[in-house]
């Protein structure tokens, strides 16, 4: 094996490793998740060259260097105040969802009006329409890393795979017996899910648009679905108050998480892939170790439903939002409450994480979405002007720009 070069990730802290092995080039993650601003840097390197043989004392030094640059990026002070840039009255009628590329150059919407839109989020010019689906465009995603590709599902049972580039449709997968209400790329950008109202999901291989596999058995409507970052596992979420882990390669699912009294609203893997968050409709939020599927904490204290629920980017913290009109934070692994986020007048349904995990962000029925210091519980800004409920809510990769998506048929651009 021979070391090529270093890349730098940001967000969670890492650094990537490019090596050569048997004239084939390889990458692989050194993950930085505890780094903080005070951490000793010599003791990491120490630390990561006795677990690492591509970094041998003459690049001790180099990876000093990186580090150091990590915990400069991670130090940065975090007190922006976000600005109006621009309203866009995206679609004729409401939006369904929203989401940006991981850069945040462009983002998606998708509508009620059977179409998804991509659009420049520098300049909030529409780039293209994506037309072609026959009923309500529901679930929408970028490839992420990469941001070439877009998937659309339908409430007319299939779903669609488009250039971002040039807005042309490469496949429509077919097979689905009733709505696709949630889907995803796995970190490779080789397969993509889709999960029905049919109580299944599939995967379907993105270069030929075959159908890999279906994941049957659960018994009601699969509504959350999520791979985990090495791309060998994935999660359904369903209204049968059950949450399955499957094995992507085989189809054959692994763990059944069985123990939420309501339907799952949420479901989600922390980046090392070593535990599992559930939300659900019975007021609390489980926390499942992964590897085992066994139940290791329960969080309580919503007053009603639990309708989001999410992990920070280093999977130590958990944010919680509720129809209770509130969310809270808690620690990862001690499942304590941190703080609990009070001020929306209405139901929160979508909140999460700044790619720094310094700022919150939650959407609500009040019609406005809020920003919050997710260790204070301090609300730091309100975003104000939407007219009706608030559904969607996102961070670009750089924590500088937020979208929001409201039932007002209108998205909004801050920064």
């Known amino acids: 094996m021979k070391l090529k070069r270093f890349l730098l990730r940001y967000y969670p802290p890492g650094i990537i490793l ?5 004239n084939v080039l390889k990458t692989k993650s050194i993950d930085l998740l505890d780094l903080k601003p005070n951490t000793n840097v010599e003791e990491v390197v120490e630390e990561i060259s006795k677990k690492e043989p591509l970094i041998t004392n003459s690049r001790k030094e180099q990876v000093a260097q990186l580090v150091l640059r990590l915990q400069q990026k991670i130090s940065q002070p975090d007190d922006r105040y976000f600005y109006l840039f621009k309203v866009l009255r995206a679609h004729i009628l409401p939006l369904t969802n929203v989401g940006f590329n991981k850069s ?13 839109k991509v659009w420049d989020t520098a300049s909030g010019e529409e780039l293209h329409t994506l037309d072609g689906h026959r009923n309500v465009v529901y679930a929408i995603g970028f490839n992420n890393p990469y941001g070439d590709k877009i998937a659309t599902g339908s409430f007319d049972k299939t779903c669609k795979l488009w250039s971002t580039e040039s807005g042309k449709c490469f496949h429509t997968f077919k097979g689905h017996n009733s709505e696709i209400v949630c889907l995803g790329f796995d970190p490779q950008s080789t397969i ?38 090495k791309g060998d596992q994935i999660i359904t979420g369903s209204f049968d108050h059950t949450v399955s882990v499957w094995d992507v390669n085989s189809g054959q699912r692994i763990h059944s998480l069985i123990g939420h009294k309501a339907e799952i609203s949420s479901a989600q893997f922390n980046w090392d892939c070593s535990m599992i968050i559930t939300g659900s409709m019975d007021r609390t939020c489980k926390v499942w170790d992964a590897g085992s599927g066994q139940c ?76 919050w210091d997710p260790l204070t519980g301090e609300c730091k800004q309100i975003l104000e002007g939407h007219t009706d409920e608030i559904f969607s809510c996102a961070f670009n990769y750089e924590g500088n720009t937020i979208i929001t998506g409201s039932k007002d048929n209108t998205c909004r651009i801050w920064r």
């Open 18 to 22: 490019e090596y050569e092995q048997q």
């Open 192 to 229: 993509l899910a889709t999960g029905s109202m049919d109580n299944t999901a599939k995967l379907w291989d993105i270069e030929t648009g075959k159908e890999l596999s279906t994941l049957s058995g659960h018994s009601a409507e699969i509504i959350s679905l999520g791979f985990n970052t």
């Open 104 to 116: 945040g150059s462009c983002f998606i919407t998708g509508s009620y009006d059977r179409t998804c």
């Open 296 to 371: 290791i904490g329960v969080l309580v204290g919503h007053e009603d439903e639990v309708l989001d629920v999410v992990f920070d980017f280093t999977g130590q913290y958990i944010a919680t939002a509720s129809a209770d009109c509130t969310a809270r934070i808690y620690n990862a692994f001690t499942h304590e409450l941190i703080t609990k986020l009070e001020g929306h007048q209405g139901e929160i349904s979508k909140i999460s994480f700044n790619p720094q995990g310094t700022r919150i962000i939650t959407a609500s029925a009040d019609k406005t979405a809020r920003i």
